[in-house]
């Protein structure tokens, strides 16, 4: 049986497929583009148009798809965007579940941390329920449309993913251009927590959560051990070998620049535990920022 994967060009999508295919698992991407081969399959969500021959019998769908969030500035035309490609490409996936004869037995669907807004330095886990601003809400009307898929039976697990850290792009991506130049700084305060896990870790905590059959609803995928936008800064400075910058970069610059992001995005704090893994038996492989960006870099 074959687990489908969307979003699979992306950072995440592309580190599970190949985690899986090393483990002799069928794997279908789903692509909004002509399929090249039997290992890919169409859907068009804005269209709602989803090839259903490949969910039919299929063990997991595990759900990644989404505009990014960082890539533009927040208009009020790309905060539409980042609603439907989440909210309504969900909904169309899961009406497509729910109209199989065999449908999957779990849906692992994307979400993210900043369910929780921000969080302070309070310890939060995934019994906290919704905070302010539009990632929050954004988040909510996300899952809620994934979880249409409980109504077929199928187990439903909602990934609340931190910040990832990985040498091949994503955020820590964005970053190091900056620190390699010897300008990587605190961000506002400095004392925003920053919850973070690395790729492996992610990668490990889905094939966990595939086959953890007692496990449904928000899950935190962060590390145990959050640390403040200082603390981050001054480990990434040293895991590269790079003096930082003593200054923080203030609040009224990031907003400057990036908008309503910087404020949501970088400067909000998020010190969550990963209750439901730890609780769970995941064995996290980088449970220290200094070793994860070691092991990343």
Not at 33 to 61: H, K, M, S, T
Not at 137 to 155: K, P
Not at 215 to 243: C, D, I, Q, W, Y
Request: charged share 20%; hydrophobic share 45%; with cysteine.
């Amino acid at each position: 049986m074959a687990i489908i994967v969307t979003g699979a060009s992306g950072l995440l999508g592309t580190a599970l497929a190949e985690a899986l295919e090393a483990r002799g698992r069928a794997v279908v991407r789903l692509v909004r583009r002509p399929p090249r081969g039997p290992g890919e399959a169409f859907w068009q969500p804005a269209e709602q148009v989803v090839d259903l021959a490949p969910l039919e019998g299929a063990e997991a769908v595990v759900h990644l798809a989404g505009a990014p969030i960082a890539e533009r500035r927040w208009t009020p035309a790309y905060k539409r965007e980042l609603l439907s490609s989440r909210v309504e490409g969900t909904r169309v996936l899961v009406d497509a579940l729910r109209g199989l004869s065999r449908p999957p037995e779990v849906l692992l669907s994307a979400s993210g941390v900043d369910f929780y807004g921000d969080t302070g330095d309070r310890w939060v886990d995934e019994e906290q329920g919704k905070g302010r601003g539009f990632l929050a809400e954004l988040c909510e009307r996300w899952e809620g449309a994934a979880a249409g898929a409980g109504e077929a039976g199928v187990r439903t697990v909602f990934l609340r993913t931190g910040l990832v850290l990985s040498g091949r792009g994503g955020a820590l991506g964005r970053m190091l251009p900056i620190f390699r130049i010897g300008l990587g700084a605190p961000l506002g305060t400095g004392r925003q927590y920053w919850s973070w896990i690395s790729l492996d870790d992610w990668v490990g905590a889905v094939l966990h959560l595939l086959g953890a059959r007692e496990l449904h609803g928000p899950v935190n995928l962060v590390s145990p051990a959050p640390v403040t936008n200082t603390a981050f800064t001054r480990e990434l400075g040293k895991a590269m070998r790079r003096s930082t910058m003593p200054i923080p970069v203030p609040a009224f610059a990031l907003s400057a620049g990036l908008g309503e992001f910087a404020r949501e995005g970088l400067l909000s704090s998020h010190r969550l535990r990963p209750a439901k893994l730890l609780s769970g038996g995941y064995g996290f492989a980088h449970t220290s920022l200094d070793e994860a960006l070691r092991a990343v870099l």
